[in-house]
């Protein structure tokens, strides 16, 4: 008998260390499984949407732009870099200077994209209903610099980061309680777009792209809200895209190019916004 309660107790020690015996809300390795990614996929969602309830958000403007343009300073101090590492001539350094040169000569856009997040949410938040609240990719570059300008004026921004095979940091200028990191792209996408009242556009790359012809595409289609786009600096994004080639090919309706704005300052931007939501007679 005294082994057969032994051997119990063993056992029920056994259990007690299993990896089954956990409650399933605090399984990692459950919610993990791919069976379970229905049950991720709606988490991804609820998390930031009843953040969002909680801080009274009911509008956002989405600012995207590239990681890569930064304040002068840094890319001044890159431009160095580079300068001393292709002293050599070896001709993958001689161009990796002649694109920091002209990453530096993009170096206003960073200055732009902070004083437009100044303006809107030094204009937007002064209720308890959070209107027009920023909200960027939360990593660096453009996305801080909006970031940046919401805290320069103590207002609540957004950031929603994601994870990418380089690690990326969120920007110290989110609000805390709204930074959010994601796994499914098409979620953090669908929370850029649920509640905006508007897409800027700085120069970027292939992400700004993406989310940039997303947005385009759903307004066309007529599947989201009507919301201003609006391309910061029309000498880049003219050569990027061309818009009108389309146009005159046939491959999109003349009436598709009105989708698209274009502003050169902050108050150009800002104007653009408040006209379209609130045009005058």
């Not at 001689?94 to 100044?118: Q, T």
Request: hydrophobic content about 45%; charged content about 25%; proline content about 5%.
């Amino acid at each position: 008998m005294d082994a057969r309660m032994n051997e119990a107790e063993a056992n029920r020690e056994a259990i007690l260390h299993s990896p089954s015996y956990v409650l399933a809300e605090q399984d990692l390795a459950l919610l993990a499984r791919s069976e379970l990614r229905p049950v991720r996929l709606q988490l991804e969602l609820l998390k930031p949407e009843m953040a969002f309830h909680e801080h009274n958000i009911s509008s956002t403007i989405v600012v995207f732009g590239s990681t890569r343009i930064a304040e002068r300073a840094t890319l001044e101090a890159r431009l160095e870099a580079a300068r001393l590492a292709a002293a050599g001539g070896e001709p993958r350094a001689v161009r990796a200077v002649a694109k920091a040169e002209r990453l530096l000569a993009k170096a206003d856009n960073y200055d732009l994209a902070r004083e437009f997040g100044r303006l809107v949410s030094s204009r937007s938040q002064s209720s308890d209903s959070r209107e027009y609240v920023i909200v960027t990719g939360g990593g660096p570059g453009i996305m801080e610099a909006a970031n940046r300008g919401a805290y320069d004026v103590q207002a609540e921004s957004i950031g929603l980061n994601i994870t990418l095979p380089t690690e990326q940091i969120p920007n110290p200028y989110i609000t805390p309680d709204l930074c959010f990191q994601f796994h499914y792209f098409a979620l953090r996408k669908l929370h850029f777009l649920m509640r905006a009242q508007a897409l800027v556009v700085f120069p970027g790359g292939f992400g700004t792209l993406d989310e940039f012809f997303e947005t385009l595409t759903l307004r066309q289609m007529r599947r989201m809200q009507e919301i201003p786009v609006i391309m910061v600096n029309r000498k880049y994004w003219e050569q990027v895209v061309d818009l009108q080639f389309l146009a005159d090919e046939g491959m999109i309706e003349d009436e598709h190019l009105n989708l698209v704005s274009y502003a050169e300052t902050a108050d150009e931007i800002w104007s653009t916004i408040v006209n379209f939501h609130h045009p005058q007679p």
